[in-house]
């Protein structure tokens, strides 16, 4: 498993205030099993990760993680010309692009917000001088 998405998912978690309990009964899940994808030890899949990036928010920590590792999974069967598999997760083509399309969209909105963060600190606003 992602040790990013491990530690996405423990991160989303707490920024909700969620207890891995309060998590596990969202997903359908034990807590077992939460504490076990936040440690990195089993992987959230099919339906469950559905049901986790629902809980969690589509602009979760989380759901970009999954879309880099699904980025990743479809660019190394491309790359090793393989027919593109589905992730263990089990998602369908549809899921697949819309968590890319999150992900993107979320990647567009920080650079915009870096663009103007650069802009003002290369030209700062002008300002009248003071009249006497």
């Known amino acids: 498993m992602s040790t990013q998405l491990a530690k996405s998912i423990a991160t ?3 920024a909700l205030g969620l207890s891995q309990h309060e ?3 969202l997903v359908g899940v034990t807590q077992q099993s939460v504490s076990k994808w936040e440690e990195g030890i089993a992987n ?5 990760l559905e049901k986790l990036v629902a809980a969690l928010g589509k602009k979760s920590h989380t759901a970009a993680a999954v879309a880099r590792i699904l980025i990743h999974t479809y660019s190394d069967a491309v790359q090793n010309h393989q027919e593109t598999p589905l992730p263990r997760a089990q998602l369908t083509q549809e899921q697949a692009l819309a968590a890319l399309a999150a992900a993107a969209q979320e990647i567009a ?6 663009a103007d963060s650069v802009a003002h600190m290369t030209h700062p606003p002008q300002t009248d001088p003071p009249q006497h």
């Open 12 to 14: 989303d978690r707490q």
């Open 23 to 25: 998590l596990a009964d």
């Open 109 to 114: 909105q920080a650079a915009r917000a870096l």
């Open 44 to 48: 959230p899949r099919g339906k469950r």
